[in-house]
Every structure is written in structure tokens, then in C-alpha cells.
């Protein structure tokens, strides 16, 4: 399994951003995509996933009703849309995916990982 995100860049604080990444190869037992971010001197942390069956979604305390987790089962795709950024959403953020049900919240659940793509908000 492949996962290539994308969408990343430099805004202002406010402003919005909608990250892209789409699976491919293997991908018949994925049923759990999600984002991790990693921000300079810091552990990599959970953001938001999503189930890609049901469409039901978890997010990070830190980000609940300013993200937002979607999926296009079909195509193997998720997208996350960041609205009122701040500049502690500063960080490389990373795709990730599973097999199962579960969301987890731990970067080790994850046997997939995209590339990581830049996202920095200026205050």
C-alpha cells in the first residue's frame, strides 16, 4: 500500500487549507485512513480519521469543529479541510492507514505512511 498526500502550505493565521491523500496498491483491507502531524521537537500526534466504510470519523480535542475528515471509499481517498488555522497547527502532517475498525490515536496502529506535507501558519 501507497499513500500520497498532498495540499500542504503556508498560511496565515485564519485562513484555511485541505489536505489530499489517496491510497493505492493493495488496498482491498484498508478501512481506517487518517492524519497524524509532527511538529519540530515534538512526537508525532493524531489528528483526525475516519472509517472508510461507514464514513464515522474521530478527531483530536485540539482540532474538533475546526477540521474536518472526508473519505471517498470508492476512490481510497481521504481529505482533511482545516479552517481557522493557528500557528501551533504548524507541522509536517502525515497520512496513514489501516486494516479494521478502529481509529486509533497512536502512530504504531498504522502500517501505512504517506510522505508528510508541510503545513505552516503565520500569526
Known amino acids: 500500500v501507497q499513500l500520497q498526500a498532498s495540499g500542504g502550505g503556508l498560511v496565515q493565521a485564519g485562513d484555511s487549507l485541505r489536505l489530499s491523500c489517496a491510497a493505492s496498491?493493495?488496498?482491498?483491507?484498508?478501512?481506517?485512513m487518517g492524519w497524524f502531524r509532527q511538529a519540530p521537537g515534538k512526537e508525532r500526534e493524531f489528528v483526525a480519521g475516519?472509517?472508510?466504510?461507514?464514513?464515522?470519523?474521530d478527531y483530536a480535542d485540539s482540532v474538533q469543529g475546526r477540521f474536518t475528515i472526508s473519505r471517498n471509499h470508492a476512490q481510497k481517498k481521504v481529505f482533511l479541510q482545516m479552517n481557522s488555522l493557528k500557528p501551533e497547527d504548524t507541522a509536517v502532517y502525515y497520512c496513514?492507514?489501516?486494516?479494521?475498525?478502529?481509529?486509533?490515536?497512536?502512530?504504531?496502529?498504522?502500517?501505512?505512511w504517506g510522505q508528510g506535507t508541510q503545513v505552516t501558519v503565520s500569526s
Open positions: 496513514a492507514a489501516r486494516d479494521g475498525n478502529t481509529v486509533l490515536t497512536v502512530p504504531t496502529g498504522y502500517p501505512y
Open positions: 496498491g493493495r488496498t482491498y483491507d484498508i478501512n481506517v
Open positions: 475516519i472509517r472508510l466504510r461507514s464514513g464515522s470519523a
